[in-house]
Every structure is written in structure tokens, then in C-alpha cells.
């Protein structure tokens, strides 16, 4: 599961000038370099080569029965090779190679990866897919610049406050349980592991000490940043494991060693299914998430194929088979209605509110913080994430 990375950082992406605010809204202010965008479609060329997080594009290597890659080779004639990657920083280094036509980038790359020139603006109008995108998934701060989308989303999910019903009591409505430095859950917390939850900690002080003016967890001036480091160095003394791996993290919470904290449906569905006590929820602040875009590498050799792909993985059978075996919920509207033929109690979009934008909307998407401001601030220098890394350095010790 790709969720179990640590996001990593690209020195270009500090230098970005960018403006946006809220959790959605296409970003404006930024001048992205002169990459042509396709007009129009020729034949396919019979190849394309895919650079992906694990989970996303199955070929049938590592499980026979789970291959969605096939049946896009039978339909297209464009013979799929596929490469996973295991960080974002590791992705954005190969897509600069020039080998891959199309790459799965999460929130913490696309924007580098658009400063960079290293990935084209996608025609929406060539994908006859994409009109059934949810529109909460469109023109968003992390996948398009001024208006102009930079490809198809995949899927998206929420980092959940996570909890123990039988130890937590009474039960959690704030992040409060995990950032309080009197927190009766000392010892038992587990938070993730990586530079980005300096956000989860942002996103609590947004709503609990708005004298910080904090608008965009993503846009921490010098002293919001202290403030955010201020907690989370509090609460590294209360913590029993930092988590990457979700594997440690639902050993650690079957077997007692962590109660609570933060972490994904799909790790709390293992959790449930082993009989396991275990609940998960957004709590009255919002939290933090992700949301996934193909994107179509500026020197790809085999555009028309790429376009193929990002239309056939964002249609409905594509998406419904990624999304399902990876975990999240899927970006087309009609792929739930696919998932429904095969999940035997049709619970699946149920459970990751697949078409819940009003959920969605409570979530703030892991974008990478940039020197300008993000909120539209202008009169004060933002934090970057050279400087969150830095600052995750000393939280951990």
C-alpha cells in the first residue's frame, strides 16, 4: 500500500510562487512553463509505459486474478509496462528520465512536477471519461494551474482519527485526544511518520487557537510553523510508535501498543475483519487527505497511448478495480456502481463516502507548502517544505 511512504521533498518546489486558499479552487498566480497540449488524437502507437504507485495499474504478476492492466492492452492494442515506485521523490526523479508516458502523482508531487515542465496540460475534451469525475475532484489546488486541469484524478481518502473503543472512553469528537499535552492516552498514540502530518498538527491549532490566523494548514508562516512544532514536540513524549507502515501500525493496534491516532479506512477494514475493536472518523476540525492524478509526462513517446490510459483508468472499470483493490474512493461516480457487481454487500463507496462531498469538503488534501503563501497571503514569506522537514527532523529528536 502506497500510503505506507514517507513523502519526500524536492528543493524546486520552495521556489514556487503560488496563491489559492481553502481546500479547493484551482491554484492561480502561478505561471506554468510552455508545455504544448494535445489538440487532437492519432492512432495509438502500441505502447505506453506507466510509472505507478503500487496497487494502481495490476497487470496480473502479482496476483493472476487481479489484473485490470490486460483488459486495457485487449481493448487500446497499447501494450502496458509498468513501474512502481515506492516515494514521491523517487517518482518525480524517473519521470524526468523521459522513459514513461504517464505517472500516478499524489498531492506532495503534481506541482513540482508541473514547475518542472515535466508533465503536460491534459485536454479534457480527448477524454471521454472525465465529464463523469466528480467535480469535487476537479480543478483543485494540487491538480490544475489557472483554470487549466494537468490530468485524470484516480481516487482519494482521509487520514482518520482511529481509536480503540474499548480503551477510549467516552469516545473522541476532537483531535484534542491526540495534541493535548494532558491527553490520558499518553504512550499509546501513533502518529504518521513524515514531515506532512506538521499539517494534522496545523489544522488543530486553525480551529483551536484562531488568534495564529492559520487559514491553510499548507500555509504556515515562520510563527504558525513554531506553534505546529510546539505541539507536536509536546506530543512526541506521549507517542508509542511513528507509523509508515500499516502493517506495524494494525499489529500495534490489535495488540494494545497504540489506542489511538491517526491513520486509513482501508488499514481499520484489516483491523475490523480480524475481529478487533477499532473505530475511525473526520472529528469537528476536519482532517487531513489525499487525493491522487494520472498525469501525462511532457516527453512522452506515446502520447496517444497515454491519453488512452488515463481515460481508460479514470472510465468506470478501471476505476472501480483500482480504487476497490487499493483502498480508497473512486473518482468516477459510475465505478461504484461497477464495485457493487462484485462486493458482496455493496458496502464499499458506503464506506469511503465515495460521493460525499459534503465529507469531502472536510478534508484539507496533502499539497506541498510553498514560499508564497498558499492562502493568498502576500505581506509574509510561507514556510516551505524544505523547512517542514527540517522542523520533523527535531520534532522526532
Not at 467535480?135 to 484524478?153: A, E, H, I, R, T
Not at 462484485?342 to 464499499?348: A, C, E, H, I, P
Request: charged share 15%; aromatic share 12%; hydrophobic share 40%.
Amino acid at each position: 500500500m502506497k500510503r505506507a511512504t514517507t513523502l519526500a521533498i524536492a528543493a524546486t518546489v520552495g521556489a514556487l510562487v503560488l496563491t489559492g486558499c481553502g481546500n479547493s479552487g484551482t491554484v492561480s498566480g502561478f505561471k506554468a512553463p510552455a508545455v504544448p497540449m494535445a489538440t487532437s488524437l492519432g492512432h495509438n502507437e502500441g505502447a505506453v509505459s506507466i510509472l505507478a504507485w503500487p496497487g494502481y495499474a495490476e497487470d496480473g504478476t502479482n496476483d493472476p486474478k487481479t489484473d485490470w492492466v490486460t483488459p486495457f492492452e485487449k481493448a487500446t492494442g497499447c501494450q502496458a509496462t509498468v513501474k512502481y515506485f515506492g516515494t514521491s521523490d523517487e517518482a518525480v526523479n524517473l519521470i524526468k528520465t523521459g522513459d514513461y508516458d504517464v505517472v500516478s502523482a499524489s498531492g506532495d508531487a503534481t506541482l513540482r512536477l508541473i514547475a518542472a515542465g515535466d508533465v503536460a496540460p491534459v485536454n479534457t475534451s480527448l477524454l471521454k471519461n472525465y465529464g463523469d469525475i466528480r467535480s469535487f475532484l476537479k480543478n483543485q489546488p494540487y491538480n490544475s494551474v489557472n483554470g487549466q486541469m494537468y490530468g485524470m484524478p484516480q481516487g482519494w481518502g482521509a487520514n482518520l482519527l482511529t481509536y480503540n473503543p474499548n480503551v477510549v472512553k467516552p469516545a473522541p469528537t476532537s483531535w484534542a485526544s491526540v495534541f493535548s499535552p494532558t491527553s490520558p492516552y499518553a504512550g499509546k498514540i501513533t502518529p504518521y511518520d513524515s514531515p506532512i502530518y506538521i499539517a494534522d498538527a496545523a489544522l488543530y491549532l486553525k480551529n483551536t487557537q484562531p488568534s495564529l490566523g492559520i487559514k491553510n494548514p499548507y500555509a504556515l508562516d515562520a510563527t504558525q510553523l513554531a506553534a505546529a512544532v510546539a505541539i507536536l514536540k509536546t506530543q512526541r513524549h506521549q507517542v508509542s510508535e511513528y507509523w509508515s507502515d500499516y502493517l506495524k501500525q494494525q499489529q500495534a493496534f490489535e495488540n494494545g501498543d497504540s489506542v489511538i491516532g491517526t491513520s486509513w479506512q482501508f488499514i481499520v477494514n484489516l483491523i475490523a475483519a480480524d475481529k478487533k475493536p477499532i473505530k475511525a472518523f473526520v472529528p469537528r476540525e476536519g482532517s487531513t487527505g489525499w487525493s491522487d492524478t494520472w498525469m501525462i509526462a511532457s516527453k512522452s513517446k506515446h502520447p496517444n497511448c497515454a491519453y488512452a490510459w488515463l481515460d481508460y483508468i479514470g472510465g468506470p472499470a478501471g476505476n472501480a478495480a483500482s480504487a476497490y483493490y487499493f483502498g480508497e474512493a473512486p473518482a468516477n461516480a459510475k465505478a461504484c456502481d461497477v464495485i457493487a457487481t462484485t462486493d458482496k454487500d455493496s458496502s464499499f463507496c458506503t464506506t469511503f463516502h465515495a460521493g460525499d462531498e459534503a465529507y469531502a469538503k472536510k478534508l484539507w488534501y496533502w499539497t506541498t507548502p510553498v514560499s508564497t503563501c498558499l492562502d493568498g497571503r502576500t505581506n509574509v514569506k510561507c514556510t516551505t517544505y524544505a523547512d517542514w522537514t527540517q522542523a520533523w527532523t527535531a520534532i522526532k529528536g
